[in-house]
């Protein structure tokens, strides 16, 4: 498909998404697809290989996370810390980073490869807001995230137990899931220390599937919020 088709479907998608982007970050959201393309015939950073199928499985669907995390998060004069945990090759890391250049997003894998993607994204891309660290993320030192997020990573046990460490004292760990994950809310809840606030609904463009967004805190962090 032309890039021109690419372009076109990227803008109905971010004004269905209700973003207002601009022309450079357009054209950086693009360029990701297609170095994650040419990235993944070497190191397998993704099992799509088609790049439409990438614009929508991976852009689209981490684009409709941006506007629910700047509601919450987009507090004006704070430099906002976002940690995306099992971030493979920087979903939904890198598309944040491009579409929020006032925020600072740190992509944690523990495969190296793919951080090194990441960290080449960095310069190719030019994001100096994104960073890239190899490890794992409970053997990293605790980085006071206002929001760590998390794409397919854990059941939301094991991500509040693994990542947990890293959201600051009034922080969320955020999961992107697919349908409403009720046994593990159960689960999470059962253990006491952390709690679903919001369960909201996403709708990707173009992609057919149950999709959602969960807001997780610690038990007594935003009881009133």
Same mark, same amino acid.
């Given at each position: 498909m032309a890039v021109s088709q690419h372009l076109e479907r990227l803008? @109905?998608?971010a004004i269905e998404l209700g973003l207002q982007l601009e022309d450079h970050q357009y054209a950086a959201l693009l360029s990701y697809v297609d170095q994650l393309q040419r990235w993944n015939r070497t190191y397998n950073l993704t099992a799509l290989r088609d790049p439409n199928e990438m614009l929508v499985q991976h852009v689209f669907d981490s684009l409709s996370v941006v506007r629910p995390l700047q509601e919450r998060l987009g507090r004006a004069g704070k430099?906002?810390?976002v940690v995306d945990v099992g971030s493979g090759g920087g979903l939904p890391g890198v598309v944040l980073a491009i579409t929020n250049p006032e925020w600072h997003i740190c992509c944690v894998d523990a495969v190296e490869k793919k951080t090194a993607f990441v960290q080449q994204m960095v310069g190719a891309l030019s994001l100096p807001n994104l960073s890239a660290r190899h490890g @794992?993320?409970?053997?990293?030192a605790p980085m006071e995230a206002d929001a760590v997020?998390? @794409?397919?990573?854990?059941?939301?046990?094991?991500?509040?137990?693994?990542?947990? @460490?890293?959201?600051?004292?009034?922080?969320?760990?955020?999961?992107m899931k697919g349908r409403e994950p009720l046994e593990e809310i159960e689960s999470l809840h059962n253990a006491a220390a952390w709690h679903v606030v919001q369960i909201q609904t996403l709708s990707v463009p173009e992609m057919d599937a149950q999709r959602c967004l969960l807001w997780i805190s610690r038990q007594t962090d935003h009881d009133q919020k």
């Amino acid at each position: 498909m032309a890039v021109s088709q690419h372009l076109e479907r990227l803008r @109905r998608a971010a004004i269905e998404l209700g973003l207002q982007l601009e022309d450079h970050q357009y054209a950086a959201l693009l360029s990701y697809v297609d170095q994650l393309q040419r990235w993944n015939r070497t190191y397998n950073l993704t099992a799509l290989r088609d790049p439409n199928e990438m614009l929508v499985q991976h852009v689209f669907d981490s684009l409709s996370v941006v506007r629910p995390l700047q509601e919450r998060l987009g507090r004006a004069g704070k430099a906002t810390r976002v940690v995306d945990v099992g971030s493979g090759g920087g979903l939904p890391g890198v598309v944040l980073a491009i579409t929020n250049p006032e925020w600072h997003i740190c992509c944690v894998d523990a495969v190296e490869k793919k951080t090194a993607f990441v960290q080449q994204m960095v310069g190719a891309l030019s994001l100096p807001n994104l960073s890239a660290r190899h490890g @794992r993320v409970e053997s990293l030192a605790p980085m006071e995230a206002d929001a760590v997020i998390s @794409r397919a990573f854990a059941s939301l046990l094991d991500f509040s137990t693994l990542a947990g @460490r890293h959201v600051g004292q009034e922080g969320w760990l955020v999961a992107m899931k697919g349908r409403e994950p009720l046994e593990e809310i159960e689960s999470l809840h059962n253990a006491a220390a952390w709690h679903v606030v919001q369960i909201q609904t996403l709708s990707v463009p173009e992609m057919d599937a149950q999709r959602c967004l969960l807001w997780i805190s610690r038990q007594t962090d935003h009881d009133q919020k």
